[in-house]
């Protein structure tokens, strides 16, 4: 394992190590979980290893799962089940056509391309109402995306530099050393749909093609979904309120992505930042306490 840390690239080891982190937060022995956009089960084994009991990845390509991966799933880790369902989860009406399936997810999860959805309001509506119809009460919904306040910031601070500088160019990039970020339109305003651009990290020939996720748009629509807002926070945050149960892990790939007192070297904080956790619950209404009944002796006269 040390040896494929060491020869995987420094963001490959930090997302995998993010969404391990979330999977060990969420995960409980026989857990249904739902895995929306499952990149033909990359993570079957996170789930399998925290003890899920039922695993339903869904994609748009999830045929592409051979029958042999699940057979070697499912006799690895008895009685953990693998189902592997071909629908897009922003384009496909799932209540339609999982409803004979009855599935009631203790959890769904959106480990990657939920940004994606946010090419238009109609596909992350759909998406989150998707979501909500697989979620029994009180389950959960998480997962990560780009952290859009975070690039939005570091791109205005670049126009604002070119601004200043008195360039009549607005920039349409963000550039580190680990990274460079391409918006497609040259604009200085944040729409709340389709802001697409494109991630190339540093050392790699190809690039990932991503729209920015309009959080109070986000919030809104899983509101009209039925999912309550718990959480959205960056992962350098989230690494840094869980490192003394995280800092082991990163440690263990032996790849200098930590420094020996656990913290995030700049390299790994440049990369984690441009990543957000979010959380959202399905409400229990069975959960909420019943009214207090008044003591009829109180309601009595002195």
Not at 83 to 102: C, M, T, V, Y
Not at 123 to 146: C, E, Q, R
Not at 232 to 257: H, K, V, W
Request: hydrophobic letters at 35%.
């Amino acid at each position: 394992q040390q040896r494929q840390c060491m020869a995987a690239a420094p963001h490959h080891l930090l997302y995998e190590f993010a969404k391990a982190a979330l999977i060990k937060i969420f995960a409980f022995p026989y857990a249904t979980v739902c895995d929306m956009y499952c990149n033909g089960g990359a993570d079957t084994e996170k789930w399998a290893d925290a003890q899920a009991g039922r695993y339903i990845g869904i994609d748009a390509s999830a045929s592409a799962v051979s029958s042999d991966d699940r057979e070697l799933w499912e006799n690895k880790w008895k009685p953990f089940t693998t189902e592997f369902i071909e629908l897009n989860p922003s384009a496909d009406d799932f209540e339609a056509r999982l409803q004979e399936k009855g599935i009631q997810a203790d959890i769904v999860c959106c480990m990657q391309n939920l940004q994606l959805c946010f090419e238009s309001e109609e596909h992350a509506k759909k998406l989150l109402n998707n979501v909500s119809s697989l979620l029994k009460p009180g389950g959960y919904f998480f997962g990560i995306i780009p952290d859009s306040s975070t690039i939005w910031t570091k791109y205005q601070k670049n126009v604002e530099a070119s601004h200043n500088k008195g360039l009549k160019v607005v920039p349409n990039s963000i550039r580190s050393d680990n990274y460079t970020i391409t918006f497609e339109i040259e604009e200085e305003k944040f729409p709340f749909f389709g802001k697409k651009y494109q991630l190339k990290f540093a050392n790699e020939a190809m690039f990932e093609n991503h729209c920015l996720v309009h959080f109070p748009s986000l919030m809104r629509l899983a509101r009209e979904a039925g999912l309550e807002y718990v959480e959205i926070q960056n992962l350098t945050e989230f690494y840094d309120d869980n490192r003394t149960q995280f800092a082991p892990m990163l440690g263990s790939c032996g790849a200098n992505l930590v420094d020996p007192r656990g913290k995030l070297i700049a390299r790994s904080y440049d990369i984690l930042g441009l990543y957000s956790t979010f959380v959202f619950q399905k409400p229990d209404p069975d959960a909420i306490p019943p009214a207090v009944t008044p003591d009829p002796d109180e309601l009595t006269p002195d």
